[in-house]
T-cell receptor, first 113, second 115 residues
Framework: KNQVEQSPQSLIILEGKNCTLQ??????????LRWYKQDTGRGPVSLTI?????NTKSNGRYTATLDADTKQSSLHITASQLSDSASYIC????????????FGKGTSLLVTP | NAGVTQTPKFQVLKTGQSMTLQCAQD?????MYWYRQDPGMGLRLIYY???????DKGEVPNGYNVSRLNKREFSLRLESAAPSQTSVYFC??????????????FGEGSRLTVL
């Protein structure tokens, strides 16, 4: 069973609108939680990395939140742009795990004009 | 400002053929990784190299071999390709942060089809 579940699987929004992507995880204990953006046909690019003690972290129009008690994270995108169309991947790093990372399957976001 | 460079970008093989995927990074990172990405699945680690001269198996190592040629280069070899190895392969690099992998920097991917 995947220890990182993302929802929704896919999402379509109008340009300029906000949206929120969800990540639920069962990895415990964990060291950090990451969000990556993957454009079609490209490699993933890091958006945010939050340690277990952080609640929120922003990167421009992207804001990630983390609730370690409920084991939930969200990625909020403000004033979406066409270039935000991509897959967004949630990744959880187990504590003292070394190389091991748990990847979600991603949420595919399409921003339409 | 290349970051992580992978070659080739596309490759079609017949079952039983061999090939090597090349990866190089120019960020002076100690750690390098090979992942595969399949539809409907998260990225899965094939092999990693924590530092020059060391390699270790990841989650799905069967059918693959790796070589950490030097600090910059980490290659992935398929000795006898199988259709199940049709996938997109990503090389990544990072520094080590405490007991964990630091921020990963990915290449653009190598799209492999095995017929």
């Amino acid at each position: 069973k995947n220890q990182v579940e993302q929802s929704p699987q896919s999402l379509i929004i109008l340009e300029g609108k906000n949206c929120t992507l969800q990540c639920n995880y069962t990895v415990s204990p964990f060291s950090n939680l990451r969000w990556y953006k993957q454009d079609t046909g490209r490699g993933p690019v890091s958006l945010t990395i939050m340690t277990f003690s952080e609640n929120t972290k922003s990167n421009g129009r992207y804001t990630a939140t983390l609730d370690a008690d409920t084991k939930q994270s969200s990625l909020h995108i403000t004033a979406s742009q066409l270039s935000d169309s991509a897959s967004y991947i949630c990744v959880v790093s187990p504590a003292n795990s070394g190389y091991a990372l748990n990847f979600g399957k991603g949420t595919s976001l399409l921003v339409t004009p | 400002n290349a970051g992580v460079t992978q070659t080739p970008k596309f490759q079609v093989l017949k079952t039983g053929q061999s090939m090597t995927l090349q990866c190089a990074q120019d960020m002076n990172h100690n750690s390098m990784y090979w992942y595969r990405q399949d539809p409907g699945m998260g990225l899965r680690l094939i092999y990693y190299s924590a530092s020059e001269g060391t390699t270790d198996k990841g989650e799905v190592p069967n059918g693959y071999n790796v070589s950490r040629l030097n600090k910059r280069e980490f290659s992935l070899r398929l000795e006898s390709a199988a259709p199940s190895q049709t996938s997109v392969y990503f090389c990544a690099s990072s520094e080590w942060v405490g007991e964990n992998t630091g921020e990963l920097f990915f290449g653009e991917g190598s799209r492999l089809t095995v017929l």
